[in-house]
Nanobody, 123 residues
Framework: VQLQASGGGLVQAGGSLRLSCAAS????????MGWFRQAPGKEREFVAA????????NYADSVKERFTISRDNDKNTVYLQMNSLKPEDTAVYYC?????????????????WGQGTQVTVSS
């Protein structure tokens, strides 16, 4: 599976962005998908995840009520809708695919990673 993240950019605090992660391969629907982020000088952290059929989602406390993860298996794409953005959301955002279909918060469980897309939120 190859993953291509896009949709990052520069936005003012309080604004919105939608990230997309397009996956290659015909087995996309069997993978759980996750979003992670890494801010400068910090370790990569969990943001959100969704199970293979989209019935289960999981969010970091810091983004609950502001971010929404979804997927379109017909388009082989997972999305991260980010609302009410804050400067502390500034990071490189990565999408990842979980081979067992789980929407896990644990990075070590993920088998495939995209290249990352930069999100910068100005105050």
């Amino acid at each position: 599976v190859q993953l291509q993240a896009s949709g990052g950019g520069l936005v003012q605090a309080g604004g919105s962005l939608r990230l997309s992660c397009a996956a290659s391969g015909r087995t996309f629907s069997s993978y759980g998908m996750g979003w992670f982020r890494q801010a400068p000088g910090k370790e990569r952290e969990f943001v959100a995840a969704i199970s293979w059929i989209g019935g289960s989602t999981n969010y970091a406390d810091s983004v609950k009520e502001r971010f929404t993860i979804s997927r379109d298996n017909d388009k082989n794409t997972v999305y991260l809708q980010m609302n009410s953005l804050k400067p502390e959301d500034t990071a490189v955002y990565y999408c990842a695919a979980h081979g067992l279909g789980r929407g896990s918060q644990h990075q070590y469980e993920y088998d495939y990673w995209g290249q990352g897309t930069q999100v910068t939120v100005s105050s």
